[in-house]
Nanobody, 123 residues
Framework: QVQLVESGGGLVQAGGSLRLSCAAS????????MGWFRQAPGKEREFVAG????????SYADSVKGRFTISRDNALNTVYLQMNDLKPEDTAVYYC????????????????WGQGTQVTVSS
């Protein structure tokens, strides 16, 4: 079992930055691919970014490409999402998720989820 806890969300003005953290416990994440997803009110949960157990393999949703960066520190058992140039449309609850080896863009293919952290971007 892997337990995931997100932190770092908050209220920020458009154009600002936030760094989300996802701390894992229970097992080392070095064998897991990690993903960040988000869910806005009334919308389905969507893929934001993913990183495979091989740290050079990452993927981003088109809407965040060039603004967000996913990274991982296996020694700290933590995954990060650096979010720059935030826009009001980035407002959502952000979730961290884990699955074996390779990331996926599909919600249903992840085995473990955190409880989420709220990000609100004001215009």
């Amino acid at each position: 079992q892997v337990q995931l806890v997100e932190s770092g969300g908050g209220l920020v003005q458009a154009g600002g930055s936030l760094r989300l953290s996802c701390a894992a416990s229970g097992r080392t994440i070095s064998s897991y691919a990690m993903g960040w997803f988000r869910q806005a009110p009334g919308k389905e949960r969507e893929f934001v970014a993913g990183i495979s157990m091989f740290v050079d393999k990452t993927s981003y949703a088109d809407s965040v490409k060039g603004r967000f960066t996913i990274s991982r520190d296996n020694a700290l058992n933590t995954v990060y999402l650096q979010m720059n140039d935030l826009k009001p449309e980035d407002t959502a609850v952000y979730y961290c998720a884990a699955r074996m080896r390779h990331y996926s863009v599909y919600v249903g293919e992840y085995n473990y989820w955190g409880q989420g952290t709220q990000v609100t971007v004001s215009s």
